[in-house]
């Protein structure tokens, strides 16, 4: 997140942005930057009791959660009807057989605990989409992307503090590569470009594009951990992007 935040500000101020937040932006920036740091903690505690693929699909039952929240803020979201309900209750369908639907393996120590994680981290999600769509109208979107960012690493470093143990290892090429992409391409590129669609579109309808990233997480947890296509995976995955896709084909 540290690197995010650099690689943020440095482009931020290259395009003239003001960083600081206005008096009145500093309660709310605080607030998505909670809600941020609990949601990135739910997913890596889950992922790492669960399965690639499991996570990977539950993660991104995240428009579920923005739509059932946007419908609380019906100036900016589009309220639920018959149709988007049904939709609704078939992607939470399909999350319940994914929750419950897996077996202990070498990938997955915990899956039950894991999953759950995953999907409090997947509501988390959704609420924050709606939460940053609604505060995007006043603030700039450049400033709630470094700034739930800088709350995040203080609380980061202290949640690191209690829970694991401080270790000093050899520095290795992969580890700088990927917490390079995870600070830039994630934290950086894809959370800029993420707040200024927010700003036009609305939270449920851009969660239509999560489409794809089950799709391609699935391939790649069979491509490097050989994870197989479960039944129960599939018929979530089924039920889940099915569910999604009538709620947001408008």
């Known amino acids: 997140m540290l690197v995010g935040v650099i690689f943020v500000s440095v482009w931020a101020k290259s395009q003239g942005l003001a960083l600081w937040p ?9 607030i998505l930057g ?6 990135i903690a739910l997913l890596n505690s889950g992922a790492a009791l669960t399965s690639p693929a499991f996570a990977v699909v539950i993660l991104n039952s995240y428009p579920v959660f923005a739509n059932l929240t946007g419908h609380f803020f019906s100036n900016l979201e589009t309220p639920l009807n018959r149709t988007r309900t049904l939709g609704l209750a078939l992607a939470l369908a399909g999350v319940a057989v994914l929750g419950f639907g897996q077996k202990t393996s070498t990938l997955a120590p915990n899956p039950l605990l894991g999953n759950a994680l995953l999907v409090l981290s997947s509501a988390l ?3 924050r989409q709606v939460y940053t769509r609604w505060l995007v109208q006043d603030v700039n979107p450049t400033r709630t992307v470094i700034w739930q960012m800088a709350w995040s690493v203080p609380l980061f470093l ?3 503090a209690v829970s694991e ?9 992969q580890a700088v590569a990927a917490i390079s992409y995870q600070g830039v391409v994630v934290a950086g590129i894809c959370f800029i470009i993420w707040a200024a669609l927010l700003k036009r579109h609305a939270a449920g309808t851009l969660t239509m594009y999560a489409f794809l990233v089950p ?7 069979g491509f490097f951990f050989d994870e ?19 709620v947001t084909r408008d």
Do not use: H, N
């Open 215 to 221: 799709i391609v997480g699935i391939a790649l947890s």
């Open 34 to 39: 909670i809600l941020f740091t609990i949601q």
């Open 158 to 160: 202290l949640i690191a």
């Open 228 to 246: 197989p296509l479960r039944p129960t995976l599939l018929a979530g995955l089924v039920l889940v992007m099915a569910g999604i896709g009538i």
């Open 165 to 173: 143990p401080m270790v000093r290892d050899r520095l290795t090429w």
């Open 22 to 30: 206005e008096r009145k932006e500093w309660k709310p920036l605080f």
């Open 125 to 127: 999600l959704g609420i």
